[in-house]
């Protein structure tokens, strides 16, 4: 099978070489460094799978699509660093197959690479501890909703996310912006929808990730369930 590795790491496209090239029956056709890098040596040498970190400087999750939507047949997997449930959500509705963090075990990323090229799903034991935990259904996630584009959200459902990771109650919530509890509870469920979401610590990461509320708050903060 041929592989491309796609990272700005160049540390660990040595790393990942190293590991790939010792395997029977797998070569690497190439190294890119950013979106264009690969796209242009999916053009000139092709691949079965192209093992990315999309969250390394220049890349993004909109590579995997832009990908995909030119070679139908390419498979995706992803190599990260730790990431939260709603990152591993729009990975795979994006087109991802298969996805490890870049500390698992040498043997799953190998056999991550492997088995996504027979076409078959892998995800390394840390990822599956993070599906369980979120109650993902891999089965019902549908990639034809995931869209390029930004998430949007209204001016109150950014009012009542920012609330909610300060800490506050739909009751509280309630008082502070004149609306009923009935509301709030509803503004809330579809910003987790909208988020892709099923608790209260996701809308957090969405509140910090986008500097609604500050990492800071958090530092001495109890766990959130």
């Known amino acids: 099978m041929q592989v491309i590795l796609a990272d700005s790491n160049e540390l660990i496209l040595l790393g990942l070489r190293t590991i790939l090239n010792a395997e029977t029956g797998i070569r690497i056709a190439g190294e890119a460094k950013n979106q264009d890098e690969l796209m242009a040596q999916l053009k000139t040498f092709g691949a079965d799978v192209v093992l990315i970190d999309f969250t390394s400087h220049g890349f993004s999750i909109d590579t995997v699509p832009k990908a995909l939507a030119k070679y139908k047949d390419l498979r995706f997997v992803a190599i990260t660093e730790a990431q939260h449930a709603p990152i591993l959500i729009d990975a795979l509705k994006s087109g991802v ?73 739909n009751e509280q919530i309630a008082e502070i912006l004149f609306l009923s509890k009935h509301t709030v509870n509803t503004h809330r469920k579809n910003i987790m929808a909208k988020l892709g979401v099923k608790n209260t610590a996701g809308i957090v990461m969405y509140a910090v990730k986008t500097a609604l509320v500050s990492p800071n708050r958090f530092l001495f903060a109890p766990s959130l369930a």
């Open 97 to 169: 197959t298969s996805y490890v963090k870049k500390d698992c075990e040498l043997a799953e990323i190998i056999d991550a690479v492997k088995e996504t090229a027979q076409g078959k799903q892998f995800f390394c034991g840390q990822l599956l501890e993070t599906i369980q935990k979120a109650n993902i259904d891999l089965a019902e996630l549908n990639t034809e909703e995931f869209s390029c584009g930004p998430v949007v959200l209204s001016e109150r459902e950014n009012e009542i996310i920012t609330l909610i990771a300060e800490g506050q109650t």
